[in-house]
């Protein structure tokens, strides 16, 4: 048997599909690859090639059969395997000149479509939601204009039953930042939309893991109830990864942007996700296992590839399984779980090898706390630590001689970023490694632990400021009898100054 599977089937803009041809047999086959025409029965071998995985960047209908030699130069086939169709999306966008039309105007509206080519495409147009005017024209004309004539256009266009393009409705874009969270760091929001000058407002969701449906609901961001006329949000003290939406509204008119995740490493209380082997690069042959844990009962295991659409992994919507197994993978990604108490854990960035021959790096798959011991290390398929390696930290090389490992005795925020290494002139890919930094450098004594830090730290400089103030109230106090001089006013000024000391003091006793 042999089983064609796609990662996705939907080409996006400038990207790419990736397909896997799996052989049920013993031994080694080449892989055939097949691009059909118009006609199902009609085919082009695309090219042969020892890996299953195969890039396309352009839509159609495919399949794969595996083949090996035989006796003299004869070939001995498997199977053809299933048809897989891919469709492919192109950009498409409106042109005009014109802001606003006035009553008997006549006006063109044109459809282009980035990255088509001179294929002759037909075109469709739709007026709010219904199509108006099929046909091959990549102009729609209104000849003098009326008042039924207001609305929103959009088009779209189609090659052939593979190809077409999505209809250019407005979308806004939002992006995130930082991507990756420090604990309790400030997240700023920010959406774009085509027109940003058109009195638009702005409200702000977040993404609500949802048990009964396998997407998500979403909340309105607290200070969003009533919008924001500008077109970024702030989100404080962010501690795990989540999920945001932007929606503007204009009028009668309601968008909103796709969904955009803001990753948090770090573990929290609540879900965890647990990789086996614990690392972050992988051969794509790897059986690699992924675990969540917490309180929760139900679990899905997410991810998230370069289309930016999270996807779930797990053989069903939610269940009780906490361990899911992924063999034979085509693409890496962004893990995570989600639990049925509504919770995200952190995120692994997975990135696949997808050469056997090729090598690995590996580093810490979560983050590593400012001033621990950091080693990375190179291997190969058969986890063979590899000598002679040069690594380099975000595309530069920073070891002068060849090595076994990189080890770094005391890791400092500097040293977070993109790390590869390099042997015999092959590249493991790369992988970002992130530093968490200490709220207070303080030396911890023998025994100690952080969190009994974390109390006696604040505590001991509270005390310290106490203190100093009942110091600085018996100095003063002490002064206007030495002088041997004392009027009502200061006796009135000092009366104060005791009542701000002793409120102060009330309100220290209160915080500690």
């Known amino acids: ?12 803009p400038g990207g790419s599909v990736t397909l896997t041809c799996t052989v049920d047999k013993s031994g080694h086959f080449y892989i055939y690859w097949y ?15 020892s890996d299953k995985f195969l890039k396309l960047s352009e839509g159609g209908l495919y399949s794969c059969r595996g083949g090996r030699q035989g006796n003299g130069n004869l070939i001995s086939y498997t199977s053809y395997s299933n048809k897989v ?5 192109l950009t498409v966008t409106l042109d005009h000149d014109w802001p606003r039309i006035h009553r008997g105007e006549t006006v063109t509206i044109r459809c282009k479509i980035q990255g088509g080519g001179q294929i002759n495409w037909t075109y469709e147009w739709r007026k709010d939601q219904t199509i108006e005017k099929p046909g091959s024209s990549s102009e729609y004309r209104i000849i003098k204009a009326h008042q039924s004539d207001s609305g929103e256009y959009s088009c779209r266009g189609r090659r052939d039953r593979f190809s077409s393009t999505e209809w250019n409705e407005l979308v806004p874009v939002l992006s995130v930042s930082p991507t990756w969270l420090s604990p309790g760091a400030s997240v700023t929001l920010s959406c774009e939309v085509e027109v940003p000058s058109a009195r638009w407002r702005f409200f702000w969701y977040k993404a609500v893991p949802e048990p009964s449906v396998s997407s998500y609901s979403f909340e309105l961001l607290p200070g969003s109830i009533n919008g924001t006329i500008g077109n970024s949000h702030i989100v404080h ?5 989540a999920g945001y939406v932007c929606e503007a509204r204009r009028g009668e008119q309601v968008v909103k942007s796709k969904l955009k995740f803001v990753w948090s490493a770090d573990f929290h209380p609540g879900p965890s996700l647990k990789v086996n082997p614990e690392r972050v690069q992988h051969f794509s042959s790897d059986s690699v296992s992924f675990r969540c844990e917490g309180n929760s009962t139900d679990w899905r295991l997410m991810r998230v590839t370069e289309t930016g659409q999270p996807s779930l992994l797990n053989s069903s919507n939610w269940g009780t399984g906490r361990e899911s197994i992924i063999n034979n993978w085509s693409d ?9 108490l509504e919770e995200f854990s952190n995120a692994v960035n997975i990135t696949l090898q997808n050469d056997d021959d090729g090598i690995i790096m590996e580093s810490p798959v979560h983050p590593v706390t400012e001033g621990d011991p950091v080693t990375l290390s190179c291997r190969d398929k058969n986890q063979n630590l590899l ?7 975000n595309d530069k090389l920073i070891n002068n001689d060849s090595r076994e490992e990189l080890n770094i ?19 493991s890919p790369r992988s970002w490694m992130s530093v968490r930094v200490l709220l207070a450098n303080v030396p911890a004594p023998v025994g100690s632990s952080p969190n009994v830090l974390l109390v006696i730290g604040p505590c001991s400089g509270i005390l310290l400021i106490i203190l100093l103030l009942f110091l600085c109230y018996y100095m003063r106090s002490k002064a206007p009898e030495e002088s041997g001089e004392v009027t009502y006013a200061q006796i009135e000024q000092e009366g104060l100054r005791k009542q701000k000391r002793v409120w102060f ?6 915080e500690l």
């Not at 003091?505 to 209160?510: C, I, N, P, V």
Request: net charge neutral; with cysteine; charged share 25%.
């Open 35 to 49: 691009k059909h025409g118009t006609e199902l029965y009609a085919s082009q071998i695309m090219k042969n090639k």
């Open 85 to 89: 169709t891919i469709e492919e999306t």
């Open 1 to 12: 048997i042999t089983t064609l599977t796609a990662d996705k089937t939907v080409l996006p």
């Open 387 to 393: 000598s002679k390696v040069f690594f380099y930290h």
């Open 237 to 241: 003290g962010q501690t795990s990864t």
């Open 332 to 340: 890496g990604g962004m893990f995570w779980c989600e639990s049925g």
């Open 409 to 427: 005795s005391a890791v400092s925020k500097s040293d977070e970023g993109f790390y590869k290494c390099q042997h015999s002139e092959k590249e």
């Open 505 to 510: 003091t009330l309100r220290l006793k209160e």
